[in-house]
């Protein structure tokens, strides 16, 4: 198994919503990503878990809080989101400094 | 830090021609280098590696030079089909910390 699967693939809420973006692995990595992608850009990173530990977090604003309960998964809980932070949400994993696997991604609307 | 860069950030080419996509890197003591093709509402998608200790990868159809002199990383792909067609990133990877991504060539191939 090669995959990374993200959940779900679209999701619209409002400013006031709280949801959770979700993603699995079953190739024994063990560092997985959180990226943000705006249109036409490359992704920006924003987390990093490395043996289940936070090891990065590029100054993410608060109001998204990553999570990561065993080492296949990852989430993203999203609380009072703006409008600016509607982009593509993309979860990744790795061996420790090699390739990224990526996902498909979350595609996100705050409105 | 790093920072990745590309000279052309679309490139049409005629189906059967060769593509030639370009990225610059700034740190030196980057040793690590992808590159990923992005398609449409999908992750990016790892396309080949290669480390500072060579300067020339092969795969299926595609080849990757690097030059460490002028911090200088090309995709070649041959043969260039309908398929191809995508947004091409670069990545690097400095003293084993988060890749750096390139801001990306949008590859169109004419029929």
């Known amino acids: 198994d090669t995959e990374v699967t993200q959940t779900p693939k679209h999701l619209v809420m409002g400013m006031t919503n709280k949801k959770s973006l979700k993603c699995e692995q079953h190739?024994?990595?063990?560092?997985m990503y959180w990226y943000k992608q705006k249109a036409k850009k490359p992704p920006e990173l924003m987390f990093v878990y490395s043996y289940e530990k936070l090891s990065i977090n590029e100054s993410v604003p608060s109001r998204f809080s990553p999570e990561c309960p065993n080492s296949s998964l990852l989430n993203l809980h999203l609380h009072a989101l703006q409008p600016e932070d509607s982009a593509l949400y993309l979860c990744?994993?790795?061996?420790?400094?090699?390739?990224?696997?990526f996902g498909s991604g979350t595609q996100l609307s705050v409105l | 830090g790093e920072s990745v860069g590309l000279h052309l950030p679309t490139l049409s080419v005629q189906e059967g021609d060769n593509s030639i996509i370009n990225c610059a890197y700034s740190n030196s003591a980057s040793d690590y280098f992808i590159w990923y093709k992005q398609e449409s509402g999908k992750g990016p998608q790892f396309i080949i590696d290669?480390?500072?200790?060579?300067d020339k990868r092969q795969g299926q159809r595609v080849t990757v030079l690097l030059n460490k002199t002028v911090k200088h990383l090309s995709l070649q792909i041959a043969a260039t089909q309908p398929g191809d067609s995508a947004v091409y990133f670069c990545a690097a990877l400095s003293y084993g910390q988060n890749f750096v991504f390139g801001p990306g060539t949008r590859l169109s191939v004419l029929p």
């Open positions: 990744a994993s790795s061996q420790v400094a090699e390739k990224l696997f």
């Open positions: 190739m024994g990595h063990r560092a």
């Open positions: 290669i480390r500072s200790n060579m």
